[in-house]
């Protein structure tokens, strides 16, 4: 079987990958633009397939497409820091569903019938009621940021593409997930990185945060992206999921837990800079509907999953200094 994974140099896109690979008999291909960076697959490297890519030019994803034939699609690539998306609000729209339909566009063309998975996100839900928790697929969408607002278009690009030319598009609605090699623009993966730097002495024992009040429910990467393999082996066409744990946790409390596997001494200070203009207060979803249809399950407590992350920013912590100082 022939696998695309477009955004396969990213977060999800490396540990999906991995379990492609682990799974066997599975060509995995993946594109990437030119300045990508290959941190996170490097390790992967003679395994996989990489060809050069840009989503947002039409005649070079029909190319990739044409080139690659797969049998199955897991779109995965985006602007996908909500923060970035108030900046930069032009590129997220144009990144996220220009690039889409460039995808589905390149199919059509080629004349292919792949299964693809969209993935979409619990930000599509934005303003919620509190009669609205825990949110299933047929809450009210109410985007709150730009990158929201992308995404909603992508899930309805996706169901349009479906129902007009009978394209096989699952799309998810993954909730919050993390693990080892999360961007450390992410609030959970940004504590982590701090108190490894503060252990390494390389940073001043105060750690600066956003919104400690927030709740999301979040869901390990590797139990994630089995979500994905599902969505297309067992899901059904055309519908929309949700892949979620079911739980919430504070962004204080995720803070807590991860010091708590630490002997430092911190004060904690909020950063004005890392407040956004409107936030989504509670993130708590329903996964009875993609439960039912595909039997998947999290697996990996979430203090595993944060315990992983801060051994990940410890090593990496180290390797930094290790090669700054051999750069002396």
């Known amino acids: 079987m022939r696998v695309l994974i477009t955004g396969i140099t990213g977060f999800a896109g490396s540990h999906l990958t991995e379990l492609l690979l682990k799974k066997g008999g599975i060509e995995v291909y993946g594109i990437q633009r030119w300045r990508s960076k290959t941190d996170n697959i490097d390790h992967l490297k003679g395994k996989i397939h990489l060809l050069e890519c840009d989503l947002r030019d039409a005649s070079s994803v029909l190319h990739a497409i044409e080139k690659i034939r797969p049998e199955r699609i897991f779109h995965l690539a985006a602007q996908s820091f909500v923060p970035a998306s108030w900046s930069a609000p032009a590129e997220t729209l144009s990144t996220n569903l220009i690039g889409q339909l460039n995808i589905f566009e390149a199919v059509r063309k080629a004349g292919l019938s792949p299964r693809i998975q969209i993935a979409g996100s619990s930000e599509e839900y934005g303003l919620v009621l509190p009669n609205e928790v825990p949110m299933t697929e047929n809450n009210p969408l109410r985007p709150l940021s730009p990158y929201a607002v992308s995404k909603v278009a992508q899930d309805f690009l996706g169901y349009q593409y479906h129902m007009s030319y009978k394209i096989f598009i699952v799309r998810t609605r993954g909730f919050n997930h993390t693990g080892p090699r999360r961007g450390d623009v992410f609030a959970e993966s940004n504590f982590a990185m701090q108190i490894a730097r503060i252990e390494a002495g390389l940073q001043e024992p105060i750690i600066r945060v956003g919104n400690l009040e927030a709740q999301r429910d979040y869901t390990d990467v590797r139990d994630m992206v089995e979500g994905y393999w599902l969505s297309l082996e067992k899901g059904t066409a055309g519908e929309v999921y949700n892949i979620a744990s079911g739980k919430t946790w504070s962004i204080q409390k ?75």
Do not use: C
């Not at 207060?281 to 595993?304: H, M, R, S, Y």
């Open 254 to 328: 995720t803070l807590d837990m991860l010091l708590s596997h630490s002997s430092i001494k911190v004060k904690i200070m909020q950063d004005p800079e890392r407040m956004r203009p409107s936030d989504v207060q509670i993130l708590l979803g329903d996964n009875t509907k993609f439960v039912q249809a595909t039997g998947w399950k999290p697996k990996i407590p979430f203090e595993t999953t944060l315990k992983d992350l801060l051994d990940y920013w410890r090593e990496k912590t180290k390797s930094s200094a290790a090669h700054a100082e051999s750069a002396r």
